[in-house]
């Protein structure tokens, strides 16, 4: 079973910044794909941003410009940096990997606030 940690989440106030970090209990070296997801009340869950295989990077437009993803090989973690932070960007955050295309797993979610 792969495990997943997330954390750096929290209040902001509009216009801030956090980092979110994704800990793998597995290598990340040759993942499928890897990125992050957040799913505001009421909403369906949505990708936020994301690698696959290759290096292709994904990003949802609503956060073009002001997210990045990242990722550490050595330590197994994947990194969410959000600035320019909108109240529209409150959700919980989640972490998942697909070692395959046929497998899948998810962090717990970690919760980020931005409200003046």
């Known amino acids: 079973q792969v495990q997943l940690v997330e954390s750096g989440g929290g209040l902001v106030q509009p216009g801030g910044s956090l980092r979110l970090s994704c800990v793998v209990s597995?290598?990340?070296?040759?993942?499928?794909?890897m990125g992050w997801y957040r799913q505001a009340p009421g909403k369906q869950r949505e990708l936020v941003a994301r690698?696959?295989?290759?290096?292709?990077?994904t990003y949802a437009d609503s956060v073009k410009g002001r997210f990045t993803i990242s990722r550490d090989n050595a330590k197994n973690t994947v990194y969410l940096q959000m600035n320019s932070l909108k109240p529209e960007d409150t959700a919980l955050y989640y972490c998942?990997?697909?070692?395959?295309?046929?497998?899948?797993?998810w962090g717990q979610g970690t919760q980020v606030t931005v409200s003046s």
């Open positions: 597995r290598s990340i070296d040759m993942i499928y794909a």
């Open positions: 998942n990997i697909k070692p395959t295309r046929s497998t899948d797993y």
């Open positions: 690698f696959t295989i290759g290096g292709t990077l």
